[in-house]
């Protein structure tokens, strides 16, 4: 065996290797985290360059805020509407090209390209497209109803947009998954249900879909991470919030009330309880889904 193919047997190099990743998650992520709990039991006065302690007033201000329960009830919808829909939208889409034969590839670079843009840049894109003097998708819309269209003053109306691009964006992310599951799927389980006559959208249900629900089930996690915390850039840049706060997502909510009206320990509380709903929300869908998943 060489010296570049032995395993390392000394419990120091393995430290040794380990410490950048070490460090890096210390400093970006773990003392960050634990500053943000800290900061949350104090009140924050003259912009945040002091502090006071205040026990769990934050956490009982935001148990009794009708905005902030609002902001709760808004973000669960808009969560359930990204999720579903990816999903739903995603999976069809991989399933057209797991059927391509011909450009296969060609067909699955423009599916994906939307996931290669900054949530940013595409969320300003969309906002000029659906300008209601300007945009171009707002054109075609009003010259095929024959309605003044302006996406953004009715709340509903600017919660299925922000939904929507937000579907749009996450889709590339689920097409690669699911495209590469489908493509491993065994050729005999496909023929054998074409001889016994089974509709292509029936297979897809009852054959492909149980075949690959660990691939769904990690994305049914990971949409549900993005809903919640990735899809502050579209809100900030289309919406900030409104009108009326009908996109008011508790990422955005907590954003705003630490750098615009500089309540860092209102803010701080709110990222952990948004952090205890998302992980609730992780532990149960990996307990519901594990008695439903195969992984044969």
């Known amino acids: 065996m060489s010296e570049f193919t032995k395993p390392y047997d000394s419990t120091l190099q393995a430290g040794l290797l380990l410490l950048p990743t070490a460090v890096v998650l210390v400093a970006f992520l773990y003392y960050p985290a634990l500053q943000t709990v800290r900061l949350s039991f104090f009140q924050t006065l003259l912009l945040g360059t002091k502090q006071a302690f205040v026990g769990l ?11 902030y329960h609002v902001s709760i009830l808004v973000s669960f919808a808009f969560a359930a509407v990204v999720v579903v829909g990816t999903l739903a939208a995603s999976l069809f889409v991989a399933y057209l090209l797991f059927e391509v034969e011909v450009g296969e590839s060609s067909y699955l670079l423009i599916a994906i390209w939307p996931y290669a843009l900054p949530t940013a840049v595409a969320a300003t894109i969309l906002m000029f497209m659906l300008h209601p003097n300007l945009g171009v998708i707002t054109y075609f819309v009003e010259s095929l109803t024959g ?31 699911l ?7 065994p050729e005999t389980l496909t023929e054998s249900a074409k001889l016994d006559g089974v509709g292509r959208l029936r297979m897809l249900y009852r054959v492909y879909v ?9 994305l049914i996690v990971m949409n549900t991470i993005y809903a919640f915390f990735s899809t502050f850039p579209i809100i900030d840049l289309m919406t900030s919030g409104g009108p009326g706060n009908a996109t ?24 952990v309880v948004l952090f205890a709903i998302v992980s609730v929300l992780m532990y149960l869908q990996l307990r519901y889904t594990d008695n439903h998943t195969h992984y044969a």
């Open 57 to 67: 007033e934050n956490y009982a201000t935001l148990a009794t805020s009708h905005a």
């Open 147 to 177: 309605l003044s269209i302006d996406w953004f003053t009715s709340g509903p109306q600017a919660f299925l947009v922000v939904a929507v691009v937000a579907i749009w964006k996450q889709l590339g992310y689920n097409i690669i998954f």
């Open 179 to 185: 495209t590469a599951a489908l493509n491993n799927v």
């Open 210 to 218: 149980p075949l690959i629900s660990p691939t769904l089930v990690f």
């Open 248 to 271: 008011n997502l508790l990422i955005f909510k907590l954003y705003r009330d630490a750098f615009a009206y500089s309540s860092l320990g209102k803010a701080s509380a709110e990222s």
